[in-house]
């Protein structure tokens, strides 16, 4: 069901050049780019990268390259064009995984009384505990996307050599339920940074509260089997609200990062105010969209096969 054109009808005689599964590849691909970029910066604050810091910052671009370059191949070669594609991904979730471990280690205390190795205050100083796993998240939602459900929302899904496997549920519910997740994900990593300041400005309020709206509300919706008009209204609102929240923040982290003047000081971008950081939450709000978008593929002798 094309959920996106439920909310605003006149998108019903509009076909995108892409699928909706491609698409969300695409952005799966973006996102492991601006991921290593991000964490560069961020591992950057030390002055000096350990080698095990080096694994996100390289594995980003190049799980990028090798995601566009399936692309190309599913085009004639589509079974190893999934075979990348899925590799790619489930390496993307080890890497989160990994990451997050190592985040923990480093916010532990191993010689501290038990019960006392780990505190809110060791969590909210350390390394972003939530952030590495923004890398799994995108390994499932690629995994997610990369195999074609037939007949669309079904919840069955088209492997390779003929066979299939159903699901409790839609591919377009999990979507929703992934992006409840993923916000989830970011409102708690954007809590633990603003909680460094005591939340002394009141607007650092509004990112929470936006972030837990659209959390509920992406989660219920997957929840609902036949949502009404009114459910998606307010799921497309809550999306919306995320890339607005996205954006406003991304542009009051560049403005204290900024001197006076107005000039740029790299060494404020690396230790101050982290400016990729609130794009994350314009990242979910387009995921979000994205997953209402028509799930129906192309009618193509390759959309029988899984959409790269």
Not at 64 to 75: D, K, T
Not at 261 to 268: D, F, Q
Request: proline content about 7%; overall charge positive; charged content about 10%.
């Amino acid at each position: 069901m094309y959920h996106l054109a439920t909310v605003f009808p006149p998108l019903r005689r509009i076909r995108p050049p892409l699928s909706r599964d491609q698409l969300m590849l695409l952005m799966m691909a973006i996102n492991l780019v601006f991921l290593s970029i991000d964490i560069y910066l961020a591992h950057s604050i030390s002055g000096t990268i350990v080698p095990n810091e080096w694994i996100p910052i390289i594995f980003g671009p190049v799980a990028g390259s090798l995601l566009l370059l399936a692309g190309l191949l599913a085009i004639k070669r589509r079974p190893l064009a999934t075979l990348i594609a899925n590799i790619v991904f489930l390496c993307s979730i080890a890497v989160g995984l990994l990451g997050a471990y190592f985040h923990l280690v480093r916010a532990a205390l191993p010689t501290a009384p038990a019960g006392q190795r780990l505190s809110v205050n060791l969590l909210v100083w350390a390394p972003p505990i939530v952030g590495p796993l923004t890398f799994s998240l995108v390994g499932v939602l690629g995994i997610s996307a990369a195999w074609l459900e037939s007949p669309p929302d079904s919840g069955r899904l088209a492997l390779l050599a003929g066979r299939y496997v159903r699901l409790p549920f839609s591919k377009t519910r999990a979507y929703f339920f992934w992006v409840g997740l993923g916000t989830l994900a970011t409102v708690l990593s954007s809590v633990l940074d603003h909680a460094r300041t005591d939340f002394e400005n009141p607007w650092l309020w509004v990112p929470t509260v936006v972030g837990v709206f659209g959390t509920a509300v992406g989660v219920t919706l997957g929840a609902i089997r036949r949502p009404t008009r009114a459910d998606l209204i307010t799921y497309t609102s809550a999306m919306l609200l995320l890339i607005l929240v996205g954006v406003i923040g991304a542009l009051l982290h560049i403005n204290t990062n900024l001197v006076a003047g107005g000039t740029v000081v790299p060494e404020r971008f690396i230790r101050g105010a982290p400016f990729l950081a609130p794009l994350l939450f314009c990242n979910m709000g387009a995921l979000g969209l994205i997953a209402m978008l028509d799930p129906t593929e192309m009618a193509t002798e390759a959309a029988a096969q899984v959409a790269i």
